[in-house]
């Protein structure tokens, strides 16, 4: 299992070197569908085929269509020249060395207990569905109102240059 | 009991080389087939002969047409977006190899056997919407963008509606596993369509949608976008594309087999299981090849509306109903 495991790792990085290197921003949104679906095949092997699903479902087939269209709608898909002043740089590091202050301990720490194997009963839509409205209950409301704010957001931006405009079909 | 490719052969590389042969086989059939019983549909619905010439009753046709198209100068347009342009036909057609495998052709005869499976077959769905949209972007080409636009805006509406007619299922028997749920199908006695007419049949209207199938062939509606975002390929890549539509047909038609059909049952023996699975599947493919000959195409904003205003509740009702029936019966 450790050369596919390996092709993973290696499309992953592959996918988001492209995400976040590509001039294109189309390319940019396709390397980080590319690096998701990779993570997707990486909870596989970790043993969580719902969730390879779900990553899968929602964030190829879901969040980056949503990223495309995004892009469309925007003025300039490609050659944008924002310039890399200092400040950028600078502020771009502060991510950079939060995440590895972050990762480095968990990689280098050997001691972390591994996850329990979950029996396939784990796995049913009710387990699945009890568990999400009733141990996950807080974070899945908290989702659904954020899910609800976008959806209005997304109805203002599409509605205002309609103002003052006859209703045509 | 199913045994899978992996305890007959042994080996884990040898039963993936083999499920992808399968696979590819079948595939490969399968659009031959369906692109002949298309022409002969279609000319049947017309008063047509339909392909006559080569082979017995025209049925080589399909293959002097690959052959011709395999051996054809590819020609790509300037100004490209090589990569996207280059990879469009592959990521379009990758995941519907792996769909393909999920299914369970008979009690004993399935490719690879997975918990989610049901759901697996539409995120794998949603790779091929991607693919759609890197080769309309690519191929530097208005008819080919608004194609491929069309189609995606197309393609996430009608994901929604798909995925709740098949919850409906999924709620009745509790199990997003194929296999399971054309078993509770065999154990309840009936086929779902019985107890769920409204979700089979939002789901056909669903499938002929994801599908880009007349009457909701939009995307590619020659009359204004030439062929939509497949416009600027030729040669394999055009054929890929095709490949992949005719292969979608099967997948939507094999999960609604599973979903409402009753899968593989049927009378007989069980060695008769895949007949059935294929007979069934191959009925609601030649209803989607009647309603393309038979409706008009549909305006693009008759479509969205249809699928939000009408497709979505109805499905929300649908389930919403199926739950309340369920915890009272």
Redesign the interface.
């Known amino acids: 299992m450790t050369i596919p495991v390996g092709l993973l790792m290696a499309l992953c990085i592959a996918g988001a070197f492209i995400a976040v290197s590509a001039k294109n921003v189309l390319h940019a949104v396709f390397g980080l569908a590319i690096a998701l679906l990779a993570v997707g095949g990486m909870f596989l092997y970790l043993g969580s085929p719902f969730v390879a699903t779900m990553e899968v479902l929602i964030y190829v087939g879901g969040i980056s269509v949503a990223m495309v269209f995004a892009v469309m709608l925007s003025q300039a898909i490609s050659s944008v020249d924002e310039g890399e002043g200092w400040v950028r740089r600078a502020l771009g590091l502060i991510p950079a060395v939060a995440f590895l202050a972050v990762i480095i301990p968990i990689l280098t720490n050997h001691g972390l207990p591994p996850a329990p194997e979950l029996p396939a009963a784990a796995w049913s839509v009710e387990a699945i569905g009890r568990a999400l409205l009733t141990h996950y209950n807080l974070v899945f409301e908290m989702l659904s109102v954020v899910l609800l704010l976008a959806i209005l957001g997304a109805i203002a931006i599409a509605q205002r240059p309609r103002k003052g405009e006859e209703e045509t079909s | 009991m199913s045994v899978t490719f992996e305890q007959l052969l042994g080996s884990p590389l040898l039963a993936l080389l083999a499920g992808v042969a399968a696979v590819m086989g079948l595939l490969t059939v399968n659009a031959l087939f369906l692109i002949y019983a298309e022409r002969k549909v279609s000319a049947r619905m017309q008063f047509r002969l339909g392909p006559t010439e080569v082979g017995f009753a025209g049925t080589l046709q399909t293959v002097a047409d690959m052959l011709k198209l395999i051996s054809k100068q590819i020609i790509s347009p300037k100004h490209i ?1 090589k ?2 342009y280059h990879l469009a036909p592959l990521v379009v057609f990758a995941p519907v190899i792996a769909s393909t495998a999920l299914f369970p052709f008979s009690e004993a005869w399935s490719i690879v056997d ?3 499976g049901l ?2 077959v ?6 091929g ?2 693919g759609i ?2 080769g309309g ?1 690519g191929s530097n080409n208005k008819y080919a963008l608004l194609g491929a ?1 069309r189609s ?2 197309q393609n ?1 509406s009608y ?1 929604i509606p798909l995925l709740l007619s098949a919850l409906s299922v ?1 709620l009745m028997t ?3 596993n194929l296999r399971e749920i054309t078993v509770a199908q065999g154990e309840a006695g009936f086929w779902f369509i019985l107890v769920q007419p409204v979700a089979a049949v939002i789901y056909l209207i669903a499938a002929v949608a994801e599908t880009n199938r007349a009457p909701f062939d939009i995307p590619e509606a020659e009359s204004e976008l030439i062929a939509g975002f497949h416009t600027e390929y030729s040669g394999m890549g055009f054929a890929m594309f095709f490949f992949a539509e005719y292969s979608n047909m099967l997948i939507v038609s094999m999960v609604g087999t599973v979903l409402f059909l009753g899968g593989w049952s049927g009378p007989g023996p069980a060695v008769l299981g895949p007949i059935w699975f294929l007979a069934k599947t191959y009925s609601i493919i030649f209803m989607m090849m009647w309603f393309r000959w038979t409706f008009p195409r549909l305006r693009f ?1 008759q479509l969205m509306s249809f699928a939000w205003a009408i497709m979505i509740p109805v499905s929300i009702a649908n389930l919403i109903a199926t739950a309340v029936v369920l915890k009272v019966v």
């Open positions: 977006d990569p996207l997975v918990n989610i759901v697996l539409f995120a794998f769905g949603g790779i919407i991607i949209f890197m972007w636009m995606v805006a996430i994901e999924v509790q199990s997003m904003d």
